[in-house]
Structure formats: structure tokens, C-alpha cells
């Protein structure tokens, strides 16, 4: 559910082609992928989820989770609230 969702900000823009045919077919241990049909003429963007194409969109995120509907508490725990809970849970132990 909701509170195990978290955004990893690691960015693969720039990437050459061949390495989204690497990820999408499970970083390698099957072929050909069943994540996406590589006989497509793909662009990079076209692996980057619409409207954050490029890193510089990335502070609109917040934005397009509450114009979906997502409630502002959720959006709160998708940006990083559920990463801080964890990462609370893990170190005070």
C-alpha cells in the first residue's frame, strides 16, 4: 500500500539505448525482455515516466500526485516520509 511506496532520485537520463534494452529485460537475466518490446524504435525519454522526462521537471512531482487525486498526507509519504519512517525504523534498533 501507500506506505511502502518511496521515489528513488537516482536519474538515468542520458543513457544509450542498448543500456534500456539491458533494464528492461531484468537487468539482463532474461531475454528477449518482457518489460518492453525492443523492436520498437525507442528513444531514451521514452523510458522516463511522462512529465519528469528530465531531472529539471522533478519538482513538479509533488503537484502531479495531488492533481491525481493522491491526498496531500500521501503525497507527503511518497516524497519521503515513508523513506524517513524506515530508515527510523532500521537505525534505532
Known amino acids: 500500500?501507500?506506505?511502502?511506496?518511496?521515489?528513488?532520485?537516482?536519474?538515468?537520463?542520458?543513457?544509450?539505448?542498448?543500456?534500456?534494452?539491458?533494464?528492461?529485460?531484468?537487468?539482463?537475466?532474461?531475454?528477449?525482455?518482457?518489460?518492453?518490446?525492443?523492436?520498437?524504435?525507442?528513444?531514451e525519454l521514452d523510458f522516463q515516466p511522462k512529465g519528469l522526462e528530465t531531472p529539471a521537471k522533478f519538482p513538479f512531482l509533488a503537484e502531479a500526485l495531488l492533481d491525481r487525486g493522491y491526498s496531500e498526507g500521501d503525497a507527503m509519504k511518497i516524497l519521503g516520509d515513508n523513506w524517513l519512517r524506515l530508515f527510523g525504523e532500521v537505525w534505532e534498533n
Open 1 to 43: 500500500g501507500i506506505e511502502h511506496v518511496g521515489i528513488g532520485t537516482d536519474n538515468t537520463q542520458e543513457q544509450p539505448l542498448s543500456f534500456w534494452h539491458y533494464i528492461t529485460s531484468q537487468q539482463g537475466t532474461k531475454y528477449p525482455s518482457t518489460f518492453a518490446d525492443t523492436s520498437v524504435p525507442y528513444t
